[in-house]
């Protein structure tokens, strides 16, 4: 594999990450976003502390590190795609195996950058059909003073039939 070969001494620039995020698209992000170094020939080191490895096999050990390094080759990746806890899950908790009770690819139909799976391991149930927004759109009075409320902890009053 490519990015296992050590690194070569150069000055990072641009052209590291070049031809590695050329089919990168920041706008569109289908996958888990911490994935997305991934697609863009970045790898896991793992060693204690866990590092990155650059599409030019530089490892970095850290955020600022690799924040640095984006700044600097004037990367398509953000920051927010990386991190830094070893116990991060890189991989879906359900394995292909459980693909089998998927129902329905996208609850989103599109709205979202990232698909929202369904999956069902009960019964071949669909969801009901219902109208999916990505914003709050006030109904009525009280869901309109929850809406406006600032405080993080605001809800309604509904009960549950």
């Known amino acids: 594999m490519l990015n296992a070969l050590p690194s070569t001494v150069h000055k990072c620039g641009q052209q590291c990450v070049l031809s590695s995020e050329e089919i990168f698209s920041p706008n569109k992000i289908q996958t888990n976003p911490f994935l997305l170094p991934f697609e863009c020939n ?20 850290s955020l600022d590190d690799i924040e640095e390094y984006l700044y600097r080759t004037q990367s398509k990746l953000s920051i927010k795609f ?6 991060t899950r890189f991989q879906p908790v359900i394995d292909d195996y459980e ?5 329905l690819n996208d609850l989103s139909n599109g709205q979202e950058n990232v698909q929202v799976p369904v999956y069902n391991d009960v019964d071949n ?7 999916y927004i990505t914003k709050i759109r006030p109904i009525d009075n009280r869901i309109s003073a929850a809406y406006n409320d600032t405080n993080t902890t605001s809800c309604c009053d509904c009960i549950d039939k």
């Open 42 to 61: 970045w790898s896991i080191v793992d060693s204690k502390p866990r590092g990155y490895r650059t599409p030019c096999r530089r490892i970095l050990y």
């Open 82 to 87: 990386f991190v830094d806890g070893v116990l």
């Open 99 to 103: 693909k089998k009770y998927l129902i």
């Open 125 to 131: 149930t669909k969801p009901d059909n219902f109208t």
